[in-house]
């Protein structure tokens, strides 16, 4: 049968409903390892929604390898038409939304954490707890990334997918750096100020980053700065809704610190709000600002193409936690981390016991150890699926510095918005880009956090 592979990159909400499909871009050359090829009964279409494309793909391990798994499962089941739709991550996250909405879910799809809950109750996605639990890769899963995509009772909804990185690094060129007097990244954000000064008058930005599709201020910047005031049992309880409330005191100084940081200093670009972080990092590689603070997809995005075109900016690539505030009490040295998707089914699937089948052929190898030896071969990155140590001998420096912060010489915290609503994510997101514009009170964003939890989780 003939494989069919649409591929939509929006960059105009107004473009997303309409899901134009172009060529697909030449796939890694890199080779897929590990996959199991099952005989497979069905032999009809099978429809994936996901959102890497061909562009999120080039430096970032996480894409690179659910797009070479894909093609490789794909390649090897010939009388399965594996439809791909994929958009840019923006446009997919409300793409993806608009189809459950419309109780129009693809056949499997990527799944957020914060979307589980709701999206089960509403019994738009298949409870795969035992389906999971019998996948012949179970022992070598890490269970601890399931947890964004389960309910309370314990059903799990998900194989969480892609890489296991931080959502939260400080990059800095150490060469500036030391240029301006520092060693090595500041580790508060009062040396970070003084540090201002002196980048200003190079004409240069300090930290570049992007909050134009308002999520980055939450997954990127908040979800750490936030457990650097609470600690990780207030959050443990909001998710639990054991007592915590966004109106806590503690949480409220977290939100104080952000906008003082972002409205009354210059340590940032004046456009973070306008801009994305596809746009910031670029800042940082163009050399206009002297470090970036994102996630791990955009370290793999800067470091592939420093390498390729700046070799000396590459060989200064420095990696850092968040500084720590003067009034916050808890891990100073910690970044957040997870996995923030999960491969997930359309609930009609369990209508259609052979579509079901390949449906959990394809999630097994996307996720299991095809996935896990690509990345972690090729990536030194990590996901679902546990596989032997990686041979750090085959990387460079910048590459094993990066692994040793990501994953040995920091502490972890959770990602926030992996969890409870995007109801009351959507209303903190919004809320965030005022308060960095210093237009409304830490005390209001939390009032109307609380009121949206309260409402809907």
Known sequence: MKKRQAVSVVLAAAMVASLGVTAYAEESEKEVKNLAVNDLAYTGELTIFHYSTSEESEGNGGSDGFRSVLAAWDEAHPDITLTQEILANDE???????????????????????????????????DLTDIIAESPYYDDYNTAYFTPFSTSDGSIYGY?????????????????WAEAGYDEFPSTWEEVEAAAEYFSEQGIDTIAFGNGGQWQANSDFLSTLGNRYTGPDWFQSLILKDGAAFTDEEFVAALAEMQYLFSETNIFNEDFNAVTNED??????????????????????????????????????????????????????????????????????????????????LAQEIT??????????YYALGGLTVVDDIDLSAFDQITVDFYNWSYVDTETCEIYDSYISSAVWDVLNTDLQTLMNGDITPEEVAANAQAAYEENY
Not at 294 to 306: F, M, V
Not at 326 to 348: K, R
């Open 92 to 126: 997919y996250k409300t793409q993806i939304a608009t189809q459950a909405a419309a109780g129009d879910l693809p056949d499997v799809f990527l799944l957020q954490g914060m979307n589980t809950v709701a999206w089960a109750e509403q019994g738009l996605i298949m």
């Open 160 to 176: 969480p997918a892609l890489t296991g990185g931080t959502c939260t690094v400080v990059i800095y060129d150490k060469a500036m």
């Open 280 to 361: 910031a990092r670029e800042y940082y590689i163009a050399g206009d600002a002297a470090a970036f603070i994102g996630g791990n997809w955009d370290e793999s995005y800067i470091a592939a193409t420093l390498l390729e075109s700046d070799e000396e900016k590459y060989n200064n690539i420095g990696f850092a936690v968040l500084p720590q505030p003067t009034d916050a009490t808890y891990a100073p040295n910690s970044q957040n981390i997870g996995l923030g998707y999960a491969v997930a089914f359309n609930a009609n699937l369990a209508d259609d016991p052979d579509k079901l089948a390949a449906a959990i052929d």
């Open 368 to 377: 299991g150890p095809a996935f896990a030896t690509f990345v972690g071969e």
